[in-house]
T-cell receptor, first 116, second 112 residues
Framework: DVKVTQSSRYLVKRTGEKVFLECVQDMDHENMFWYRQDPGLGLRLIYFSYDVKMKEKGDIPEGYSVSREKKERFSLILESASTNQTSMYLC???????????????FGQGTRLTVV | RKEVEQDPGPFNVPEGATVAFNCTYSNSASQSFFWYRQDCRKEPKLLMSVYSSGNEDGRFTAQLNRASQYISLLIRDSKLSDSATYLCVVGTYGGATNKLIFGTGTLLAVQP
């Protein structure tokens, strides 16, 4: 059974704290993604990675950084948490998207982060 | 302009109805297309991939129009269990552009 695991379901952090969200996949996927999901805005791509140590900015990278030291692990870092980063964070992974296009992304269960 | 756009709904339909969702995308270089389903408080899961020739899976039919850059999903004979948010997803491939972009989702509520 495929598995994408996020380290926490719920987190409460204080403004200014450094926050680490961890994601691990066991499918040997090349691609990994971090999204945040907010009501009315859908899933927005923060960062993605298509290989170890490779990272690319998504649509809303400001205030975030990522780390991919091993293929199976993709970490999202909030350098200094702010209240506007309160959201649901979803990690996903997939095989490399190719021209044939038949690439399914698998999601973790999500981390509900509240910054107070 | 958003890269992937969907009507957010909600679509309120009676059981047994046929309902259609559309989605437009702006990047003409996009290569892969999908519909995902997300139940309340759950993670998204793949419903079906969308191919140029169109494809069908039971009561669900997906179509892709590359010239007009839109994707559609048709659900026939709606069931209560179809109530969910349907997400249009577009993928681009190749090195640093290997990514998936999600639409904001269309909420479907099937009424008894």
């Amino acid at each position: 059974d495929v598995k994408v695991t996020q380290s926490s379901r719920y987190l409460v952090k204080r403004t200014g704290e450094k926050v680490f969200l961890e994601c691990v996949q066991d499918m040997d996927h090349e691609n990994m993604f971090w999204y945040r999901q907010d009501p009315g805005l859908g899933l927005r791509l923060i960062y993605f990675s298509y290989d170890v140590k490779m990272k690319e900015k998504g649509d809303i990278p400001e205030g975030y950084s990522v780390s991919r030291e091993k293929k199976e692990r993709f970490s999202l870092i909030l350098e200094s948490a702010s209240t506007n980063q309160t959201s649901m964070y979803l990690c996903a992974s997939s095989f490399f998207i190719n021209r044939d296009g038949d690439t399914e992304a698998f999601f973790g269960q999500g981390t509900r982060l509240t910054v107070v | 302009r958003k890269e992937v756009e969907q009507d957010p709904g909600p679509f309120n339909v009676p059981e047994g109805a046929t309902v259609a969702f559309n989605c437009t995308y702006s990047n003409s270089a996009s290569q892969s297309f999908f519909w995902y389903r997300q139940d309340c408080r759950k993670e998204p899961k793949l419903l079906m991939s969308v191919y140029s020739s169109g494809n069908e899976d039971g009561r669900f039919t997906a179509q892709l129009n590359r010239a007009s850059q839109y994707i559609s999903l048709l659900i026939r004979d709606s069931k209560l269990s179809d109530s969910a948010t349907y997400l249009c997803v577009v993928g681009t491939y190749g090195g640093a552009t290997n990514k998936l972009i999600f639409g904001t989702g269309t909420l479907l509520a099937v009424q008894p």
